[in-house]
Protein backbone atom coordinates (compact mmCIF):
# COMPACT_ATOMS: atom_id res chain seq x y z
CA UNK A 1 0.00 0.00 0.00
CA UNK A 2 1.72 3.12 -1.42
CA UNK A 3 -0.30 5.25 1.02
CA UNK A 4 -2.00 7.30 -2.15
CA UNK A 5 -5.69 6.81 -2.22
CA UNK A 6 -7.83 7.34 -5.51
CA UNK A 7 -11.89 7.20 -5.65
CA UNK A 8 -13.49 6.11 -7.35
CA UNK A 9 -11.58 2.67 -8.41
CA UNK A 10 -14.03 1.98 -11.35
CA UNK A 11 -16.39 4.20 -13.24
CA UNK A 12 -18.44 3.77 -16.29
CA UNK A 13 -20.00 6.71 -18.36
CA UNK A 14 -21.27 7.54 -21.53
CA UNK A 15 -19.46 9.25 -24.23
CA UNK A 16 -19.92 13.27 -24.03
CA UNK A 17 -20.17 12.94 -19.84
CA UNK A 18 -18.36 14.66 -17.57
CA UNK A 19 -16.41 13.22 -14.65
CA UNK A 20 -14.20 13.88 -11.35
CA UNK A 21 -11.54 11.72 -10.06
CA UNK A 22 -10.10 12.18 -6.83
CA UNK A 23 -7.00 11.77 -5.06
CA UNK A 24 -5.36 11.94 -1.81
CA UNK A 25 -1.42 11.81 -1.68
CA UNK A 26 0.44 10.36 0.79
CA UNK A 27 0.52 12.45 4.34
CA UNK A 28 3.13 15.32 3.84
CA UNK A 29 3.29 14.90 0.44
CA UNK A 30 2.95 18.07 -1.65
CA UNK A 31 3.56 17.63 -4.93
CA UNK A 32 0.83 15.32 -6.92
CA UNK A 33 1.25 14.49 -10.57
CA UNK A 34 -1.60 12.63 -12.91
CA UNK A 35 -0.98 9.63 -15.67
CA UNK A 36 -2.83 7.97 -17.70
CA UNK A 37 -2.38 4.45 -18.92
CA UNK A 38 -4.13 3.27 -22.14
CA UNK A 39 -3.52 0.01 -23.73
CA UNK A 40 -2.04 2.03 -26.72
CA UNK A 41 -0.39 4.61 -25.09
CA UNK A 42 1.15 3.15 -22.49
CA UNK A 43 1.74 5.44 -19.13
CA UNK A 44 1.80 9.14 -20.10
CA UNK A 45 1.90 12.05 -17.50
CA UNK A 46 -0.50 14.23 -17.68
CA UNK A 47 -0.10 17.23 -15.34
CA UNK A 48 1.48 18.12 -11.95
CA UNK A 49 0.91 20.35 -8.88
CA UNK A 50 3.04 21.22 -6.09
CA UNK A 51 1.24 22.93 -3.11
CA UNK A 52 -1.98 24.16 -4.86
CA UNK A 53 -0.11 25.30 -7.86
CA UNK A 54 0.73 23.52 -11.10
CA UNK A 55 4.17 23.30 -11.72
CA UNK A 56 4.59 20.94 -15.23
CA UNK A 57 2.28 19.74 -18.47
CA UNK A 58 2.63 16.99 -19.99
CA UNK A 59 0.06 15.45 -22.68
CA UNK A 60 -2.97 17.06 -20.73
CA UNK A 61 -6.07 17.61 -23.13
CA UNK A 62 -8.17 20.71 -23.42
CA UNK A 63 -11.07 18.49 -22.02
CA UNK A 64 -9.23 17.55 -18.93
CA UNK A 65 -8.55 20.18 -16.32
CA UNK A 66 -7.13 19.74 -12.60
CA UNK A 67 -6.27 21.38 -9.27
CA UNK A 68 -4.96 20.94 -5.95
CA UNK A 69 -7.30 22.00 -3.03
CA UNK A 70 -5.76 23.52 0.46
CA UNK A 71 -5.93 20.04 1.99
CA UNK A 72 -3.06 18.77 -0.72
CA UNK A 73 -6.15 16.50 -2.40
CA UNK A 74 -6.54 16.97 -6.21
CA UNK A 75 -9.39 16.07 -8.58
CA UNK A 76 -8.82 16.00 -11.97
CA UNK A 77 -11.72 16.77 -14.33
CA UNK A 78 -12.74 14.72 -18.03
CA UNK A 79 -15.55 16.40 -19.52
CA UNK A 80 -16.78 16.10 -23.37
CA UNK A 81 -15.39 12.28 -22.85
CA UNK A 82 -14.61 10.33 -25.98
CA UNK A 83 -14.36 6.51 -26.37
CA UNK A 84 -10.46 7.13 -26.45
CA UNK A 85 -10.71 8.52 -22.90
CA UNK A 86 -11.29 4.81 -21.39
CA UNK A 87 -8.14 3.94 -19.88
CA UNK A 88 -6.46 3.83 -16.18
CA UNK A 89 -5.95 7.19 -14.43
CA UNK A 90 -3.23 7.17 -11.88
CA UNK A 91 -2.09 9.81 -9.19
CA UNK A 92 0.94 10.10 -7.82
CA UNK A 93 2.34 11.63 -5.08
CA UNK A 94 5.64 12.57 -4.00
CA UNK A 95 7.31 13.31 -0.57
CA UNK A 96 10.35 15.67 -1.60
CA UNK A 97 10.51 20.39 -1.29
CA UNK A 98 10.41 21.27 -5.01
CA UNK A 99 13.76 22.04 -5.20
CA UNK A 100 15.39 20.42 -7.62
CA UNK A 101 16.76 17.18 -8.63
CA UNK A 102 14.91 13.75 -7.98
CA UNK A 103 12.22 12.65 -5.58
CA UNK A 104 9.97 9.37 -5.82
CA UNK A 105 6.63 9.28 -6.84
CA UNK A 106 4.24 6.71 -4.87
CA UNK A 107 1.36 5.74 -6.93
CA UNK A 108 -1.93 5.15 -6.24
CA UNK A 109 -3.94 2.24 -7.17
CA UNK A 110 -6.30 4.06 -10.09
CA UNK A 111 -9.42 4.73 -11.68
CA UNK A 112 -10.13 2.25 -14.27
CA UNK A 113 -12.64 4.75 -16.83
CA UNK A 114 -14.39 3.31 -18.90
CA UNK A 115 -16.58 5.08 -21.73
CA UNK A 116 -19.15 3.52 -23.75
CA UNK B 1 -13.79 -2.15 -33.26
CA UNK B 2 -10.48 -4.61 -32.22
CA UNK B 3 -8.22 -2.64 -29.65
CA UNK B 4 -4.87 -2.64 -30.00
CA UNK B 5 -2.73 -3.16 -27.41
CA UNK B 6 0.87 -2.30 -26.48
CA UNK B 7 3.32 -5.11 -27.39
CA UNK B 8 5.10 -5.25 -24.48
CA UNK B 9 8.47 -7.86 -24.67
CA UNK B 10 7.92 -10.56 -22.55
CA UNK B 11 11.40 -12.00 -20.50
CA UNK B 12 10.17 -15.59 -19.26
CA UNK B 13 12.73 -17.09 -16.41
CA UNK B 14 12.17 -20.08 -14.51
CA UNK B 15 12.34 -19.53 -10.70
CA UNK B 16 15.24 -19.12 -8.60
CA UNK B 17 17.04 -18.19 -12.58
CA UNK B 18 18.36 -14.40 -12.30
CA UNK B 19 17.02 -11.83 -14.15
CA UNK B 20 17.49 -9.27 -16.56
CA UNK B 21 15.23 -6.43 -17.59
CA UNK B 22 16.61 -3.67 -20.18
CA UNK B 23 15.73 -0.34 -20.86
CA UNK B 24 16.97 2.35 -23.55
CA UNK B 25 16.00 5.68 -22.74
CA UNK B 26 16.26 8.71 -24.65
CA UNK B 27 17.05 12.03 -23.12
CA UNK B 28 20.48 12.75 -22.39
CA UNK B 29 19.38 15.43 -19.83
CA UNK B 30 17.68 12.72 -17.68
CA UNK B 31 19.35 12.74 -14.73
CA UNK B 32 17.23 10.23 -12.48
CA UNK B 33 15.85 7.00 -13.18
CA UNK B 34 13.31 4.82 -11.53
CA UNK B 35 12.31 1.14 -12.03
CA UNK B 36 8.77 0.24 -11.57
CA UNK B 37 6.97 -3.14 -10.72
CA UNK B 38 3.32 -2.87 -12.13
CA UNK B 39 1.13 -6.04 -11.04
CA UNK B 40 -2.06 -6.74 -12.94
CA UNK B 41 -4.95 -4.14 -11.91
CA UNK B 42 -2.75 -2.24 -9.44
CA UNK B 43 -0.82 1.07 -9.48
CA UNK B 44 2.86 1.10 -10.56
CA UNK B 45 5.16 0.73 -7.47
CA UNK B 46 8.93 1.85 -6.76
CA UNK B 47 11.38 -0.72 -7.06
CA UNK B 48 14.71 1.05 -7.16
CA UNK B 49 16.42 4.29 -8.38
CA UNK B 50 19.63 5.27 -9.25
CA UNK B 51 20.58 9.24 -10.22
CA UNK B 52 22.75 9.69 -13.30
CA UNK B 53 26.40 10.27 -10.82
CA UNK B 54 26.30 6.70 -10.31
CA UNK B 55 26.52 3.72 -12.47
CA UNK B 56 25.53 1.22 -10.19
CA UNK B 57 22.78 0.58 -7.21
CA UNK B 58 22.22 -2.21 -5.36
CA UNK B 59 18.53 -3.08 -3.49
CA UNK B 60 17.33 -6.38 -1.48
CA UNK B 61 17.44 -8.43 -4.35
CA UNK B 62 17.74 -5.88 -7.20
CA UNK B 63 20.41 -3.95 -9.00
CA UNK B 64 19.95 -1.21 -11.56
CA UNK B 65 22.67 -0.75 -14.01
CA UNK B 66 23.05 2.41 -15.88
CA UNK B 67 25.08 3.17 -18.92
CA UNK B 68 25.18 7.42 -19.74
CA UNK B 69 27.21 6.69 -22.94
CA UNK B 70 24.58 4.26 -24.63
CA UNK B 71 21.72 5.66 -22.35
CA UNK B 72 20.99 1.87 -21.28
CA UNK B 73 19.01 0.85 -17.97
CA UNK B 74 18.86 -2.37 -16.64
CA UNK B 75 17.03 -3.73 -13.84
CA UNK B 76 18.58 -7.22 -12.43
CA UNK B 77 16.57 -9.21 -10.07
CA UNK B 78 18.20 -12.12 -8.27
CA UNK B 79 16.64 -15.99 -7.88
CA UNK B 80 13.44 -14.50 -9.66
CA UNK B 81 10.04 -15.69 -7.54
CA UNK B 82 6.39 -15.71 -8.79
CA UNK B 83 5.98 -12.87 -7.07
CA UNK B 84 8.18 -11.12 -9.44
CA UNK B 85 6.01 -12.10 -12.48
CA UNK B 86 4.60 -7.96 -13.29
CA UNK B 87 5.04 -5.23 -15.76
CA UNK B 88 8.57 -3.84 -15.19
CA UNK B 89 8.79 0.06 -16.10
CA UNK B 90 12.01 1.92 -16.38
CA UNK B 91 11.21 6.12 -16.19
CA UNK B 92 13.27 9.21 -16.84
CA UNK B 93 13.44 12.58 -15.30
CA UNK B 94 14.85 15.56 -15.72
CA UNK B 95 14.77 18.74 -13.46
CA UNK B 96 11.90 19.98 -15.07
CA UNK B 97 13.75 23.48 -15.85
CA UNK B 98 11.42 24.04 -19.43
CA UNK B 99 8.33 22.85 -17.64
CA UNK B 100 8.26 25.46 -14.26
CA UNK B 101 10.23 23.41 -11.97
CA UNK B 102 7.94 19.92 -12.55
CA UNK B 103 9.44 16.74 -12.38
CA UNK B 104 8.15 14.68 -15.27
CA UNK B 105 8.84 11.29 -15.15
CA UNK B 106 8.81 9.55 -18.98
CA UNK B 107 7.78 5.96 -18.83
CA UNK B 108 9.12 3.26 -21.43
CA UNK B 109 7.00 0.85 -22.37
CA UNK B 110 6.98 -1.63 -20.17
CA UNK B 111 8.54 -5.77 -20.42
CA UNK B 112 6.25 -7.99 -18.60
CA UNK B 113 7.83 -10.85 -16.26
CA UNK B 114 6.63 -14.06 -16.62
CA UNK B 115 8.39 -16.79 -13.85
CA UNK B 116 7.80 -20.21 -14.80
CA UNK B 117 7.72 -22.45 -11.91
Known amino acids: DSGVTQTPKHLITATGQRVTLRCSPR?????VYWYQQSLDQGLQFLIQ???????AKGNILERFSAQQFPDLHSELNLSSLELGDSALYFC???????????????FGPGTRLLVL | GESVGLHLPTLSVQEGDNSIINCAYS??????FIWYKQESGKGPQFIID?????DKRQGQRVTVLLNKTVKHLSLQIAATQPGDSAVYFC????????????????FGTGTQLKVEL
Open chain 1, 92 to 106: ASSDRPITGGQETQY
Open chain 1, 27 to 31: SGDLS
Open chain 1, 49 to 55: YYNGEER
Open chain 2, 27 to 32: NSASDY
Open chain 2, 50 to 54: IRSNM
Open chain 2, 91 to 106: AESSWGILTGGGNKLT
